[in-house]
């Protein structure tokens, strides 16, 4: 079984930063990625970022390129994502997910949410 430890959210005002951090055990994958996606109310989940813990590679969505960075720890199978000039369209629930390559497909595993609220 997956099991995630989500950490770092909280309140922050406009032009601030936030770092959270998503430990995931429980799982022997030979190829996977952790990476954050994001729900505001009244929208649909999008990705934010997520990284190839084989080699590093990272993504970004459109709207935090340049502003997030993720970054992996191996020894601990932790991911990292320093959020910066935060904005309140930022707000939202942020879930940790590895993803495991199967084949062709991709299968999801699911932290439980942590809240991230941009406001002055």
């Known amino acids: 079984e997956v099991q995630f430890v989500e950490s770092g959210g909280g309140l922050v005002q406009p032009g601030g930063s936030l770092r959270l951090s998503c430990t995931a055990s429980g799982f022997n994958f030979d190829d996977y990625v952790i990476g954050w996606f994001r729900q505001a109310p009244g929208k649909e989940r999008e990705e934010v970022s997520c990284i190839y813990m084989s080699d590093g590679r990272a993504y970004y969505g459109d709207s935090v390129k340049d502003r997030f960075t993720i970054s992996r720890d191996d020894a601990k199978n932790t991911v990292y994502l320093h959020m910066n000039s935060l904005k309140p369209e930022d707000t939202g629930v942020y879930y940790c997910?590895?993803?495991?390559?199967?084949?062709?497909?991709?299968?999801?595993?699911w932290g439980q949410g942590i809240q991230v609220t941009v406001s002055s």
């Open positions: 997910n590895v993803s495991e390559r199967v084949r062709s497909d991709w299968r999801d595993y």
